[in-house]
């Protein structure tokens, strides 16, 4: 399977550029799973509820679902995608996940980082578990990394892929998801945004990590670019370490 991610700078707010942004850079891509940013389609730096209520949208029934949708189709891929959700005037930072054949599921964050607090919902779904061309893949979203528990738990109900969609601030997680990649047997196809909006200074170096914590490709700080690679997705599904250690059955 040919997994990627696309690194870009989205604009605050501007719906349109940002949807427009992806269509053109998606176009033609061989691709056949592709990672997008946490809040790709709407920029991050909410100062408002107010802010939040014109850019939120319901999954699978909104503007950018069903944007994703169409591009998948067109595209013969699976897209994974972050953007702010409302559903009954609750507000959650959720990942969407869409296919060649419609909507797949999809994913409310569950670790709020900073002012995230202030305008949205706890994820309230778990840690849910995809089928793609007879592959298993989870989402978390950004700041989830930051506590073992959440990979693990998809990593036990038997993930291959863990797809990333973050607005990474901090530059942690680009070192660490190799121990969490190696801790768990997994691939993480890390989608990173960069640039500056409001207070916040967003890292970039989006990269794909395999299950022996090896990145197998990267992105630098302030690069726009799709990236993708092939990958065998069933060597996630071999936990042992040698002849006498498994990852899973040693818990």
């Known amino acids: 399977m040919k997994v990627g991610y696309f690194q870009f700078n989205p604009k605050f707010l501007d719906i349109d550029h940002n949807l427009n942004k992806i269509e053109d850079m998606i176009s033609g891509s061989d691709t056949e799973l592709l990672v997008l940013p946490e809040f790709f389609n709407s920029g991050y730096a909410f100062n408002s509820i107010d802010e939040v209520k014109s850019a939120a949208e319901s999954i699978p029934n ?20 972050g953007l702010p959700e409302t559903d009954n005037d609750q507000y959650y930072n959720s990942s969407v996940l869409v ?36 592959v298993k893949v989870g989402m978390l979203i950004c700041f989830d990394w930051f506590f073992p528990e959440a990979m693990r738990a998809l990593a036990l109900n038997g993930a291959q892929i863990i797809l990333h969609p973050t607005n990474l601030v901090m530059s942690y997680y680009q070192e660490a998801s190799k121990v969490r990649a190696l801790e768990n047997r997994v691939f993480i196809v890390l989608s990173n945004r960069f640039g500056d909006e409001g207070d916040y200074h967003f890292t970039g170096r989006s990269q794909i990590v395999d299950p022996q914590g090896k990145i197998l490709i990267n992105s630098g700080e302030n690069i726009e670019e799709i990236r993708s690679i092939e990958i065998d997705p069933k060597l996630a599904c071999n936990k042992k370490l040698n002849e006498f250690n498994d990852l899973f059955m040693d818990i």
């Not at 949708?69 to 013969?76: F, S, Y």
């Not at 797949?104 to 995809?130: C, Q, S, T």
């Open 62 to 81: 909104g503007r950018t679902t069903d944007f994703l949708i169409n591009i998948a189709k067109k595209e013969n891929m699976y897209i994974t995608a």
């Open 99 to 134: 296919g060649p054949k419609g909507y797949i599921g999809k994913y409310r964050k569950v670790h709020l980082f900073y002012k995230e607090k202030l305008f949205f919902k706890r994820g309230n779904l778990g840690y849910p578990i995809f089928n793609i061309e007879d």
